[in-house]
Each structure stands twice: as C-alpha cells, then as structure tokens.
C-alpha cells in the first residue's frame, strides 16, 4: 500500500482522533490560531477578495471557511480524513473531497484544470506525501496555478534532506520526509517563481519526539508567485 493511500485508509483519522481535544468546545465560526497565522500572512501580501483556492490537506476547513467568509472567496479542499471532512460539512458546510491529492479530481493535467486557481495551500502536508508522486504532485500544482497566482507553503525546511519513522504507525512504513530549503525550492529552482514572503522559524509544537537532528523542527512558511516569464538572465555570447 503506497503512503498516501494509507493515510486515506487509516492514518489521517487517526490524526483526527488524535487531536479531537483541540477542537472541542470552540464555538462556530473558529479558526485555529496556526491558520490564522496563514490567512494574515495571505492578507497581508496578495490581494484575497474573489480567489479561487485549494487547500490540499485542508483538515477541518477552518482556513477555507475564513476565507469564503471574510474574502468572499471561491474554495475547495481535499482532505484524507473522512472524519475530518465530516465535521468540516457539521460546522463550516463545507464539501471537501475525501482523498489524497494524487487520487483526487484537481489531479490531471487535463485541459479544463489549466489555471483553475488563484491560490493554492500546501499546510504541513508536502512532507508527509509518498517520494513515488511528490514530482508530479509539484507539476499538477503548476498546472493548476494561474499566471500571477500564489502557492503558500507551510513545511519543514531543514539543512538538507532526511526523512524519519512516524513513530505513531509503529508497524507500517510511514515516513515523513523533510526536503532540504522545504519543497517549495523545487519552484524557485526553476525560475517561474519568486519568493514574495518566508517566515523561518523553529517549532517542536507538531513534533513530539526527538531527533539527531536539531534542524528537524525548523519551519519556512512561504508564498511564491507564479510569474509569465522565466527570471533566468539572457547572457550574451562572446
């Protein structure tokens, strides 16, 4: 079974049950103070009002429901929990489709999905995909993503690249997997984006146990704009 199914068949509910105490007693509308952190850091860069969003890992829907609210935006998310999506629909009237990314409908580069986005939200959710899909993941992303539209990243950004057991699946082999910069240097790498804001910052809140790394709970949350035209210089021959 690959990682991301399994997260769909198991793990992302027990992700849910896991941290069910964090959501109880809160009155609706809310919005969880790390996606809060998100919406002002958006608010505060691009313009919101009227986007089309996704949210790829978007759990209950809270950061979508603020968004559509406050911004009048048009939002989808997919989700792996069920449970999580459950609630999502209770509380926000939220429909989330219940996958994985690359199993979900945005997952094609059909032409229809061309630019069907403004912006796009990647929260502590890249690190956790399977290493066989993470490249076309990447690519659909782009294909989704509008000209002048923004990816925002929320991810691990260690000094290179290692990968370590979730200690919570003790027997499956379920990994997360910390890329060296965080993912989103795989865009900046080849010119059609620029960084237009990074918050570097460490935080063992999401990471329960230690590591041989001391780098392994150091954070970039990150908003890329997708440009028209490579940033590569045109070098003269001699």
């Known amino acids: 079974m690959s990682q991301d199914l399994f997260y769909l068949k198991k793990e992302a509910n027990d992700f849910f049950e896991r941290n069910l105490g964090t959501l109880k007693d809160k009155k609706t509308p809310f919005l969880r103070a790390s996606k809060k952190t998100i919406l002002d ?65 945005y997952f094609s580069l059909a032409s229809e999905n061309r630019a069907k986005f403004d912006l796009i939200i990647f929260d502590d959710v890249l690190s956790w995909m399977g290493r066989e899909t993470i490249f076309q993941v990447l690519a659909v992303s782009d294909w989704l993503l509008q000209t002048g539209g923004a990816i925002y990243f929320r991810d691990f950004a260690p000094a290179f690249s290692f990968c370590f ?74």
């Open 41 to 105: 850091n958006l608010s505060s860069h691009i313009r919101l009002e009227k986007c089309r969003v996704l949210e790829v890992g978007c759990f209950i829907g809270d950061l979508l429901f603020a968004l559509q609210r406050n911004h009048r935006c048009s939002v989808v998310g997919v989700e792996t929990s069920s449970k999580a999506c459950a609630l999502a629909k209770k509380v926000f009237k939220l429909n989330l489709e219940n996958s994985y990314f690359s199993g979900s409908r």
């Open 165 to 238: 057991k979730n200690h919570h699946q003790k027997h499956f082999p379920v990994f997360n997997f910390k890329q060296s910069g965080g993912h989103k240097k795989m865009f900046l790498e080849y010119g059609m984006y620029y960084e237009k804001f990074t918050s570097v910052y460490s935080s063992a809140c999401l990471q329960k146990i230690k590591t041989s790394r001391p780098d392994s709970t150091i954070w970039a949350d990150s908003l890329l704009i997708k440009l028209a035209s490579p940033l590569h210089p045109l070098l003269k021959p001699y």
